[in-house]
């Protein structure tokens, strides 16, 4: 077995950050997770929040099985020295500016490259200084990405002849109408990692130790790759299709509409952004 340990942040759930090569980590490297609960005393999570985090992470230590040593700690810094010491340690780019000081600072660690964006910090960074003076505008990085990936597009023009069908897709909701009526979506099924988590979540509550917003309720969001994939598939094939005339429409008893919910997934690391678009590509 490799002797580096790669570190998977709570963020980075995704067969993608384990993709072994150049820039990556070896492919048989030991892989270290670490349940940092002073994460949740940082700032107050809301309890749903707290739920999905802490049920995907143990999913997928679930699915590494022995290749992955969780540690759960009161703080990063002690995790690494109980599960590691000062052995060497690989870890993708982090998303927090707090964590990227913690891996830079620690010695014999390296910074592998972000994993999980379609546009790389180098490519953004060389984009934004060929702007020059110039205003960094959505719009036109909108349309630099899909000339730089060939996403919908006709040679250099976009498909169809329009970059975007913003005027089109502004329509209120049907008069009187309570709810779109779209295909419903993607719900996923607790199991034993989810009561476990709930029941630590209340042990840490009754103790004073740590304090939410709200309450959680049945997990509504994908908490591994399997319910992320389904997701996905279930957005679409059953709801894209009905998305775009209503995006910008609100109805106060229907708070999903036609919207993916697949940014959690996303924002964990369960499904990459470019996979996302090919699926949309392919309907």
Not at 44 to 73: I, P
Not at 184 to 210: C, M, Q
Request: charge should be positive; charged fraction near 30%; hydrophobic fraction near 40%.
């Amino acid at each position: 077995m490799a002797s580096t340990w790669h570190w998977l942040f709570g963020d980075q759930l995704g067969p993608h950050f384990l993709a072994p090569g150049e820039p990556g980590p070896a492919r048989d490297a030991p892989v270290l997770m670490i349940e940092a609960r002073s994460v949740f005393r940082r700032r107050r999570f809301h309890r749903a929040k707290a739920h999905l985090v802490l049920s995907a992470m143990r999913h997928r230590a679930a699915e590494l099985g022995d290749r992955v040593r969780y540690v759960r700690a009161e703080t990063y810094r002690e995790g690494l020295e109980r599960a590691v010491g000062d052995r060497p340690v690989t870890v993708r780019h982090p998303t927090s500016w707090a964590a990227l000081r913690l891996v830079r600072g620690r010695p014999a660690t390296t910074v592998l490259p972000a994993a999980g964006f379609l546009v790389p910090h180098e490519a953004f960074a060389r984009w934004a200084a060929e702007r020059g003076d110039r205003a960094l505008r959505q719009e036109h990085f909108y349309r630099w990405v899909r000339r730089e990936h060939d996403l919908l597009m006709a040679g250099d023009e976009p498909a169809g002849g329009r970059w975007n069908l913003d005027r089109e897709n502004r329509e209120p909701p049907p008069p009187g109408a309570r709810a779109l009526d779209a295909p419903a979506p993607y719900r996923p099924r607790e199991n034993d990692i989810d009561e476990e988590v709930r029941h630590d979540l209340d042990k840490w509550e009754r103790s004073g130790d740590v304090s939410f917003v709200g309450r959680d309720g049945p997990r509504r969001f994908p908490a591994s790759r399997r319910e992320a994939l389904a997701a996905l598939h279930r957005f679409t094939t059953r709801r894209l299709a009905g998305f775009g005339a209503h995006e910008d429409a609100m109805l106060a008893a229907d708070p999903v509409m036609s919207h993916s919910l697949l940014s959690a997934s996303l924002n964990l690391g369960l499904l990459d952004p470019a996979e996302c678009v090919e699926r949309a590509e392919e309907e």
